[in-house]
């Protein structure tokens, strides 16, 4: 490992109650409170609660966030899916107007139900995310016949316990600093009744977790789907190049990686300046964000990978807004997700590309040989 890699180890806080730990108990108390919906819930994870009690750390994160954000990204209350129109002027000028409002309201005590609908938005924006990554799981088993899953930073996510398509004939490894990986073994015993799960502690920084996975029984031969939900963004961009380079030795074509990232916008927006400030309160600063999707594109694209969807999670606006804010407003935050494929000609994942459906006008399969 190179030098700055170590160094960028070293310096990280690590630990399940700081640090990119903590964020895990962020997730999870969003998910905690999707389940408490009980018939509405869309998850219905009822390990959630487990790790996050009331009034922990987990639901402390929450409310912070919540309070940080709610005089800059709020909804009208006819539409709680959208952002309030009197805010898109604001995200568009980001250097003159957003510098401006916030300096107007960041000392601004947020109403009551400025913060409720704050929180409401971030539990929306969260489970949406896990809705989706639900479904790009089954896809690749049902429908691509992946028979591996590797989960890297896993945190607290119980799929592997709540997913029915993850059941005995799927071989899941879930990777994650080993106090995360003692911590969630420890609190749901029910694991260790399931041979196919496997939890791979690893010291980031000091061990390399492409070996570990290797030495755990990962087949590189076979089919495999790479998760990396919530990660790339707390990560250097070395460590990015370096997590993708051997995802992609890993894998045979027609395995999928599915993934998350934000463009810089969402780190350097003014608006966006008091979730930043929070995150790094909780030693869990965002450091990553390319300037635009082609750049994340091209990261995949170097690395044999050819891109099946890349799409804004959170966005409602339609496709001729999306293309010119995509191409020409980058600075505007913006969420997105992703899934690829490996392989480096058409008929490796013709039938892959062919079962999914493009919600994005200017994302197309591009296959490459």
């Not at 000392?107 to 539990?123: C, F, G």
């Not at 891109?307 to 969420?335: F, H, Q, V």
């Amino acid at each position: 490992m190179s030098n700055d890699l170590t160094f960028i180890h070293e310096k990280r806080k690590w630990g399940v109650e700081f640090g990119v730990g903590a964020t895990a108990l962020w997730i999870a108390s969003m998910r905690k409170a999707d389940y408490k919906l009980g018939v509405n819930s869309r998850l219905n994870d009822h390990f959630a609660q487990r790790f996050v009690p009331d009034n922990g750390i987990g639901e402390q994160i929450e409310k912070e966030i919540a309070e940080s954000m709610a005089n800059f990204f709020f909804t009208p209350d006819s539409n709680p899916n959208l952002v309030h129109p009197k805010l898109k002027k604001v995200f568009i000028f980001n250097n003159s107007l957003g510098q401006k409002y916030l300096k107007k309201w960041k000392d601004v005590t947020p109403t009551p139900k400025k913060l409720a609908n704050s929180l409401a938005l971030q539990r929306l924006a969260v489970i949406n995310r896990s809705v989706h990554y639900d479904e790009e799981i089954r896809k690749a088993i049902v429908d691509e016949g992946i028979t591996q899953m590797v989960t890297l930073a896993s945190g607290l996510d119980c799929r592997c316990l709540r997913l029915a398509c993850l059941d005995e004939t799927i071989e899941h490894y879930l990777i994650d600093q080993p106090d995360m990986v003692d911590h969630v073994k420890r609190v749901v015993p029910e694991l260790e009744q399931k041979p196919s799960i496997h939890y791979i502690g690893v010291k980031f920084g000091e061990e390399k977790w492409w070996d570990m996975l290797e030495a755990s029984g990962f087949d590189r031969n076979k089919k495999s789907l790479f998760l990396m939900e919530g990660l790339v963004m707390y990560l250097q961009e070395s460590e990015i190049d370096e997590n993708l380079e051997n995802i992609s030795s890993l894998m045979c074509n027609g395995s999928i990686i599915s993934g998350d990232y934000t463009l810089e916008g969402f780190i350097s927006h003014p608006l966006m300046s008091g979730l930043m400030d929070t995150l790094e309160r909780w030693k869990c600063k965002w450091t990553y964000g390319p300037t635009s999707y082609h750049k994340w594109q091209e990261k995949l694209h170097k690395e044999n990978f050819t891109i099946l969807e890349d799409k804004d999670l959170l966005n409602s606006a339609g496709r001729l807004l999306t293309w010119i804010r995509d191409n020409y407003m980058p600075w505007i935050p913006n969420y997105r997700v992703y899934t690829a494929c490996k392989g480096g000609s058409v008929g490796d994942f013709n039938d892959a590309v062919n079962k999914r459906r493009f919600t994005n006008a200017k994302v197309k399969p591009l296959v490459h040989t």
